[in-house]
Every structure is written in C-alpha cells, then in structure tokens.
C-alpha cells in the first residue's frame, strides 16, 4: 500500500507501520484553495494556493470571485500534492473533501472535485466538518514533529469565522461550550486592521506591529471577562478602537500605531486565555488544544503557555503552518474517521453546526 519514498528517521517510521490509511483531501470552504496527501496523522504533502491578495483589495472575500478562483487552481494544486508527496493515486486509499460549513460556491469546487476524483478512482470519499478538520490540525505529523493522539480535551478554535470552546469527548462528539456573541477573534483583528488602514488579512499584521508596542498605553474593553460563561464579544471592543480613533485621529507616529496594535491584542488575549482556563478547569480537563488561523498570534501562543504552566495543564498549539485554512487537516480527520469505522458520506452542507448529531450517527 505504501511506496512512498523519503529516508529521514520520522519516514522510516512512518513506512515501517503498513496499517496506515493514506488520504487524498480537498480544502475549498473560503479563500484557500489546498490538497494535501496525510499518511494517518503524517503529512506528505499540503499545498496551499492562498487567493488573499485578489481579496486584499475589497478589503474581505468575495465569495464569487472565490469560487471562480477555485475552478483555476484545483487541478494544478491536486497535482503538485501528488507530486510533493511523491506518490501516485493507486497510494490512496480514500478521498476526503471539506463538506461545510463555508461557502456554498466555493465548497461546490471541492465537492464536486472530489466527487470526480472518488469514481473515477474507485475510492471511498468521506466528507469533513471544517471545524473537526481544525480540531485535528494540533495532531498533525511531518518531518518537523510527531504526530499526537487525539484524545479528549477542550479546543479553543479561533478563525476569521468562528471564536468557540468545545469539550472534545471523541472523535465526532463535540460539545459546544460557548462561541462569540458577534465578531470572531479573527473578524475583530480584521476590522481593527482595517481601521488602521493596515489591510487585509489585518491579524498578520497587527500581531507584527504589536510586539513594537506597550499593550499598557490605552486600556480596551474586555468583554465577559469577568462572566462566568464560555461566551465572547469582540464588537464592543472594535468600537472602543474606533472611538479612540475618532477622539485622537488616526495616529500620527509608527510608536502610538504599534501601542494601539498591542494594546487591542492585548485586550483579545486576555479574554481568550482566561475563558480558555476557565473551560479547562470546569471540565476537570488536563489538555487545551489551540487552533485555527488566530492561533498564529504570538501574543496568544505566548499567553495560552504561560497560563498552562501557572494552571497546571498540558497546552498544545496547532504548528504554525497547519493553523490557517489547509488540506492536511481535512485529509488527517478523514484518516481519524476511517480508523474509527465512520461510514464514508458526503453532502454539501454549507452550515452545518460542529455538534450535529450527523457526525457522530455515521459510525
Ligand atoms: O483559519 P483561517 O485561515 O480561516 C478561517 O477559517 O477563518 O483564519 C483566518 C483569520 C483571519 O481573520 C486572520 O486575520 C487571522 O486568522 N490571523 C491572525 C494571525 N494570522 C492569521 N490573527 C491574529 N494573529 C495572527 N498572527
Ligand atoms: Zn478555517
């Protein structure tokens, strides 16, 4: 099943274990385009062609112009997958594509990609849940780490779309502790950039200009802080950033720019690290798993270890690469499903919560 060559220890390893499940996943759910090739928890490949800079200009994603994006890159981005993985589509076992929630234009590319790709292949295509995809991306493998269990736990998922706590039981068995009341984390850093005048993606960015500054120079608002729910806010918080603008102008020093970058992290920070103990300790968990494109914030991967360390509990970050948008996740959760006996099944659905009872019945 596995002719895959590569010569480090971690391949030999990898190689030596002839039970392994090798998926072929598509990512289509927004302005990503991926495929990747996933050996169990191993990453072989995962190809990214990124659409930010044609979004960059409208200042967010437009989803028609996602879609056609979609079209242009898949075939090319599938290839080079197979190519970086060095390997051929009889070293597949299954196929598995992001089935939602995302957008309905952009998912149709991948479904229907895969679809192609699962009869003309004679392979079982499993679709996965966006967020279960991020779930896992902590677990990833590569030539950089070992791969690690996936066991229950509690996730703090922080994207440009979702800001949410789950009680990870099993695999497909989420419980939802609590999400955002309105802008994500994601969508907060985006704004504010905005504001800013810093551009699009904003988290990238403010997460840079942040580290020049004194996050103690203004002090934001952090919302339910001090709430004893697994709730979030952030609009409150984009005001407040508004409001200073408004009384102070947009600054006029790169030093009063990085003090307001710091400072509104800071305020983000805060909040996402205390309700994230918080969740750990309700549960009497041991382990927080940080995911999701905001888990790429420094500020936050520094906050979230210090507290693990004060608290006691064992914090795991998603590896930077694996922390936006990617194929390797999707491809590593389908691989997870497979090993436990999850029906393959696939059908677009574009908001499909992450405790829907479907993705757990299909055992
Ligand atoms: O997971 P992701 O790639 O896509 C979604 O599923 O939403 O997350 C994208 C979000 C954007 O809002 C972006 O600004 C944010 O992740 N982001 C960051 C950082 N890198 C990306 N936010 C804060 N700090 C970062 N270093
Ligand atoms: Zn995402």
Redesign the pocket.
């Known amino acids: 099943m596995i002719n895959h060559h590569k010569s480090s220890p971690l391949a030999l390893e990898r190689e030596a274990n002839d039970t392994n499940t090798r998926v072929l996943a598509i990512e289509s759910?927004?302005d990503e385009t991926s495929c990747a090739v996933v050996n169990d928890l191993w990453v072989e490949s995962n190809v990214i062609a990124s659409q930010v800079q044609t979004h960059a200009k409208f200042g967010g994603i437009v989803p028609e112009i996602a879609s056609r994006y979609h079209l242009d890159a898949i075939v090319p981005v599938v290839r080079e997958a197979l190519e970086q993985a060095n390997v051929t589509f009889d070293a597949i076992d299954a196929i598995a594509v992001t089935h939602g929630p995302?957008l309905a234009g952009a998912l149709l590319v991948g479904i229907q990609m895969a679809r192609g790709l699962a009869l003309a292949l004679d392979k079982p295509l499993y679709g996965i849940h966006?967020?279960e995809?991020?779930l896992v991306s902590a677990c990833l493998g590569d030539e950089q780490q070992h791969p690690i269990l996936f066991e229950p736990h509690i996730a703090l998922?922080v994207?440009?779309?979702?800001t949410e706590l789950i009680e990870v039981k099993k695999l497909g068995q989420y419980r939802i502790l609590g999400a955002t009341r309105d802008d994500a984390a994601g969508e907060a850093f985006d704004k504010v950039a905005k504001m800013l005048g810093l551009g699009y993606p904003g988290g990238p960015v403010i997460d840079r200009l942040a580290e020049a500054g004194d996050s103690q120079a203004f002090e934001f608002p952090r919302a339910m802080l001090r709430q004893q729910n697994f709730e979030f806010s952030f609009s409150g918080l984009k005001t407040a950033v508004a409001m200073h603008l408004d009384q102070h102008g947009q600054p006029q020093s790169h030093q009063h720019l990085c003090d307001i970058c710091a400072a509104f992290q800071a305020a983000v920070v805060d909040v996402l690290v205390n309700k994230a103990c918080m969740a750990v300790k309700k549960t009497k968990s041991q382990s927080l798993h940080v995911v999701?494109?905001v888990a790429a914030n420094s500020g936050l991967r520094a906050g979230v270890m210090a507290a693990a360390q004060i608290h006691n509990f064992t914090a795991t970050m998603a590896p930077l690469r694996y922390c936006?948008?990617n194929a390797a996740m999707i491809a590593g959760a389908a691989a997870l499903r497979i090993k436990a006996g999850f029906y393959p099944l696939v059908e677009m659905q574009p908001s499909i919560p992450l405790d829907d009872p479907s993705l757990w019945l299909s055992q």
């Open positions: 759910s927004c995302g966006h967020l995809g991020h998922v994207s440009g779309g979702h999701g494109g936006g948008d």
